[in-house]
């Protein structure tokens, strides 16, 4: 914003950042219910809040700022003032609270107003002109006079000398003194050298836009060529400290090619599962060297979340039901409430075997079978695979089932693929034909739609 005031305008003005001290803390929590209500009640118009009234708002939102707890040294905590840290409508709340403060105070002045209007903040983060520390010390005040309980503090880093940077977010920023903006990056001392490492197991490709992102955002924030070499630096000593040899070799990489992709909006799209770097380029290689009309994409495939068991796995789970009668029937990890399974089912009076797959919990989908092999003749269960097996192959005796959990797996499309899988490898006999054609069919329809 800075870059679009003039020069006349920032000569004999300095840059300064302010901070609020502790402002989730130290605000009102009641003030940030009611300024976003107001700031709703304005803008209704243009607002969608999905068939709810604002008083529900105003419900929802008092319920769960003034229900925030905490484990603080295995201890259960209750936050009774300001906002808890972490909580989703917290910065939301916060931001439209110290608005509320800065239009009530230093927006009000319309004759300084095209000087304010280098006033940016960000949540708890501000910057903003003036000519001397007392007047930035007046503004910074104008719009902590505004809290009713006096509990913000802003702080004010003012330049001392007229060299001096005063940092901002990621950038630092100084005028001149006829007017001229200077600006490089900003790393804080006290920041950690991490980034993207070069030996990490992402795509070759991320690490690569991951440097050339840093080294485009380096250079859009400097002002010149001195800031840009020091903002270069900078890069380059956090870079080389994370494995990369001689990292400013990504910044001169032609993005024609990616220009000439974006442009092609005619390409069929091909989404595959991300095995290697050497398998990505070849296939890239085979539709380029046969200018395939194919726009590939490789998208990560099972995370370690959906393949290793749950945490605290030595905790025995117990099971909110009375007298469950799925849990002793499953084989191992006794869980019924665990949901998108693909599951197999064995009748140990005969050994045959039925695999399905369900979104919902085992307890839900295991039940009904249990029931159908129960109460074969009822109408409603004749036409169910385990009522058919149990009328024709064990009639009158008592259903005996093992249950079994294959897979997890979220994705509608993946646990289809995998329960057709198992199927193929287990060749189950309880299952009906009518329940493989409508595996088979629903696979063909998922596919066409990628």
Request: with cysteine; charged share 25%; proline share 4%.
């Amino acid at each position: 914003m800075l870059r679009q005031i003039s020069q006349e305008q920032l000569a004999r003005r300095k840059h300064f950042a302010a901070d609020i001290s502790a402002l989730y803390t130290n605000i009102n929590v009641q003030g940030c219910i009611d300024d976003v209500i107001e700031l709703a009640t304005e803008h209704r118009e243009s607002l969608d809040l999905m068939g709810l009234s604002l008083t529900d708002i105003h419900e929802i939102l008092l319920h769960i700022l003034t229900n925030s707890f905490f484990v603080y040294n295995r201890t259960l905590w209750l936050q009774q003032d300001g906002l808890l840290v972490g909580l989703m409508p917290g910065p939301f709340c916060a931001i439209i609270r110290v608005y509320k403060f800065e239009k009530n105070s230093i927006y009000t002045d319309q004759h300084s107003l095209s000087v304010y209007l280098s006033n940016k903040r960000y949540i708890d983060d501000a910057a903003s002109t003036a000519e001397t520390k007392e007047e930035a010390l007046a503004l910074v005040q104008q719009m902590a006079d505004q809290d009713p309980d006096k509990k913000l503090k802003w702080e004010v880093d003012f330049p001392e000398q007229q060299d001096d940077f005063i940092p901002f977010l990621n950038t630092e920023v100084r005028i001149e003194s006829n007017g001229k903006l200077t600006s490089r990056l900003y790393r804080k001392p006290q920041q950690k050298d991490i980034t993207l490492h070069n030996n990490s197991c992402h795509p070759e490709s991320v690490k690569i836009n991951t440097v050339k992102n840093l080294y485009s955002e380096a250079c859009c924030i400097s002002s010149g060529p001195a800031e840009k070499e020091h903002s270069l630096r900078l890069l380059d000593d956090l870079l080389q400290k994370n494995g990369y040899q001689n990292p400013r070799r990504y910044c001169s990489s032609s993005n024609s090619n990616r220009r000439q992709s974006v442009e092609d909006d005619s390409r069929t799209v091909l989404n595959l599962d991300f095995i290697s770097d050497s398998t990505s380029n070849k296939i890239r290689n085979y539709v380029k060297q046969n200018n395939l009309p194919i726009k590939v994409n490789f998208k990560p495939t099972s995370k370690l979340r959906n393949i290793l068991c749950s945490n605290r796995p030595y905790d025995k789970r117990v099971c909110s039901i009375n007298s469950c009668k799925i849990c002793p029937l499953i084989v191992c990890n006794k869980d019924c409430e665990v949901k998108n399974v693909v599951y197999k089912i064995k009748c140990k009076l005969c050994d045959q075997l039925y695999v399905g797959e369900t979104s919902r919990k085992v307890h839900a989908r295991v039940g009904e079978h249990l029931r159908y092999a129960t109460y074969p003749a009822t109408p409603s269960n004749v036409s169910q695979a385990f009522a058919i097996h149990y009328s024709s192959c064990h009639e009158g005796l008592n259903p005996s089932l093992e249950v079994d959990v294959l897979r997890i797996e979220p994705n509608t499309v993946r646990r289809k693929i995998f329960e057709a899988m198992f199927i193929i490898n287990l060749n189950p006999t309880i299952n009906k034909r009518e329940e493989l054609d409508t595996i088979k069919r629903f696979i063909i329809a998922s596919t066409e739609e990628f």
